[in-house]
């Protein structure tokens, strides 16, 4: 599909917010990303042009062109105006992981949105219907859980609602694929945090820490035998570090 005309809304300008409004600004999307914070915008605005994930970087190591960069920071508009989403296709939701600042952020965004305006949460794992529940759109209501660094992971988890329409999730999985991720779609559970990847990953971190409990092995030990043995590019105490910091 092409991107040209396609309007992204991208709420919340930290670590993740700003990495995915760049990932849709290269997939040829214009992107509007809103945060209440001006510094945020700020450190935003630094990391999607030079950071170590930025376009700049991205052009240094060849994976774009220069051209390419220049044209993606043109499409990217960070702003703390938050009616600055109201025209968008597409509203992607990256704001701090509480449920209820979550369900507060979209009751009022349905107020103001298109009728047609797709929503879709990077929630880590909260029930996609306590969301949707807050709007009159739960056909048009989905999670796209991204990973960090948006500028670099594949992952695209696609979660459907128990009212998510095939046209929304048609939509959402092109888009994936055009900002060259991997989406696969899985489904909705109100009784679980997580979705797949984080219901598996916290288990692993779980008995990650238990072993250290235990004084079995400390924790540069333990992520060094998974990494030796899965090779994994970092154990479970490193992602949890570098998840955090945005791998600075």
Known sequence: MSNNRFKVGVAGAGV????????????????????IDDEVINVALTNVDNGRFGVKSAADRGMISEEEGESALKRMHFTTEMDALNDADLVIEAIPERLDLKVSFWKELDKRALEKTIFASNSSGF???????????????????WASPAAVMKLAEIVRGKETSEETVDTVVSLAKSAGKNPIVINDNDSNWGYVTNRVYFAMVKEASAVVKEGIADRDQVDQLMTDCFRWPSGPFGMTRGATSGWK
Do not use: K
Request: contains cysteine; negative net charge; charged residues 15%.
């Open 16 to 35: 993740m917010g700003s990495g995915i409004t760049q990932v849709m600004a290269l997939a040829g999307c214009e992107v509007s990303c809103c945060d």
């Open 127 to 145: 029930p996609i219907s306590a969301m949707a529940a807050a709007t009159e759109r739960a056909d048009r209501f989905i999670g796209w859980h």
